[in-house]
């Protein structure tokens, strides 16, 4: 079987030199990550056997150079490196569906598929509104819209391309320096770094905005200044604007690459208890007021049981952020028993029609490594599990959306 750390390292790409493999291969899987995974699972015999997960963990990048587009990264924080780096989404599609400001990138993952030719290359992005009035009423657009979901501010678009295509070699990347993409992108925001920068300032008919909420942004901490400067200086190479993939560190979270390995390769007995439980619970308190609140009202029900064995799971590797599995029997890993999907929940594929497949779930450690606050108005949720397109269907738009379902904490729904 065919295991989706492989592929989610690029496999793919290392293939095509036929069998040298030590280019993109961060870590050689684990001899027997069946084998190993059978240990952990003595207590539930019943359950058929699990599907192979690997998991997501963040690092900071070595050099800044590695997480460019031409090298297929899988990334949080900062800006996405767009793979379609020419047919952004736009319009309402960048926007949250609530306050119609322009979204924050989470993540994107370089997933391609073995046997598919259009998705040689196939990259899936997050973006969510920082606001978490806004996802509340995600979450009730989430339950009321049983067939797709015309309002959200948590979005997934998926970009694929064939092994020949406009913007990159058919080879693979060297990591030596000296790759280049073949193409340039649209440009895009100079505030935000993200979404395709279509409006133009009037005065320097130089800065490029997404929205006029980023041009605003852009004018009030310094633009008004600068662009005097750019209407003045005709050359452009001394541009007071930033350069390409620079953009305020206040408009995005930090950056990280997310390294992937299976799940089994991480050991249980290293993990200390201590360390596993600060790093979902730290942002909840001590050991957590909020948390042992309604552990103590809901004690012994379903949730309760349910947020243990989570718990549990994810204390053998603690820093995970990211759940993959794109196996026909993978389901995602629910923090608690209420507020999970019944399969009538799932849309069908917004492109082609046919039916959404699990793919990967985003944890709620990812928070903490952004840095998220624990203000009762901070973003918050228990895991956000992914639905894409089982055919990985090749029609219509560059970034097709895929579906979110986003599981919130009970305190969190019930808060206001
Ligand atoms: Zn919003
Ligand atoms: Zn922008
Ligand atoms: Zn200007
Ligand atoms: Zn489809």
Redo the contacts with the bound molecule.
């Keep these: 079987m065919e295991s989706s750390a492989e592929r989610l390292r690029g496999l793919r790409i290392t293939s095509l030199d036929g069998d040298d493999d030590e280019t993109v291969v961060p870590h050689q899987p684990s001899p027997a990550p069946g084998a190993a995974a059978a240990d952990y699972e003595d207590d539930d015999e019943d359950e058929e056997e699990e599907a192979e997960v690997t998991l997501g963990v963040l690092k900071k990048p070595k050099h800044p150079g590695i997480l460019l587009r031409h090298l297929f990264p899988s990334k949080a924080g900062g800006i996405p490196a767009w793979l379609d780096p020419v047919n952004l989404p736009s319009g309402k599609s960048s926007?949250?569906?609530?306050?119609?400001?322009p979204?924050q990138f989470v993540l994107q993952i370089y997933a391609p598929i073995e046997d598919n030719a259009a998705a040689f290359h196939r990259t899936l992005f997050v973006f969510m509104?920082?606001?978490m009035?806004?996802?509340l009423?995600d979450q009730h657009e989430q339950w009321s819209h049983k067939h797709g979901n015309p309002c959200r501010?948590v979005k997934v678009f998926r970009c694929q391309l064939p092994r020949t295509n406009a913007f990159y070699s058919t080879e693979p990347p060297k990591h030596d320096g000296s790759d280049k993409p073949l193409f340039p992108g649209a440009p895009v925001c100079h505030w935000c770094g993200t979404w395709k920068g279509d409006k133009i300032c009037s005065s320097c008919k130089k800065a490029r905005y997404c929205s006029e909420k980023h041009q605003a942004l852009h004018w009030r901490t310094g633009h008004k200044n600068d662009c005097l400067q750019l209407i003045s200086s005709s050359d452009s190479s001394k541009s007071v604007l930033p350069a390409i993939g620079k953009v305020p560190a206040s408009t995005s979270w930090p950056e990280f690459e997310i390294e992937i390995d299976y799940e089994a390769t991480f050991d249980s007995d290293s993990c200390d208890e201590n360390n596993s439980k600060s790093l979902v619970m730290q942002r909840h308190g001590k050991p957590d007021a909020m948390m042992q609140s309604w552990m103590d009202q809901f004690e012994a029900d379903a949730d309760n049981k349910c947020w243990a064995s989570f718990q549990e799971r994810v204390s053998r590797a603690p820093k995970q952020v990211l759940r993959y599995c794109r196996e026909p029997n993978a389901k995602p890993f629910w923090a608690l028993s209420s507020g999970c999907p019944a399969n009538a929940d799932i849309p069908s594929c917004s492109s082609c029609k046919g039916p959404l497949c699990y793919e990967f779930q985003i944890m709620p450690q990812l928070l903490y490594y952004f840095g998220v606050g624990n203000q009762p108005d901070s973003l918050d949720w228990a895991t956000i599990a992914v639905y894409t397109c089982q055919g990985s269907c090749d029609q219509s738009v560059s970034y097709k959306e895929e579906f979110a379902w986003v599981q919130l904490y009970p305190t969190t729904t019930t808060r206001r």
């Design positions: 926007c949250c569906g609530f306050c119609g400001e979204l509104c920082p606001s009035a806004c996802l009423r501010s």
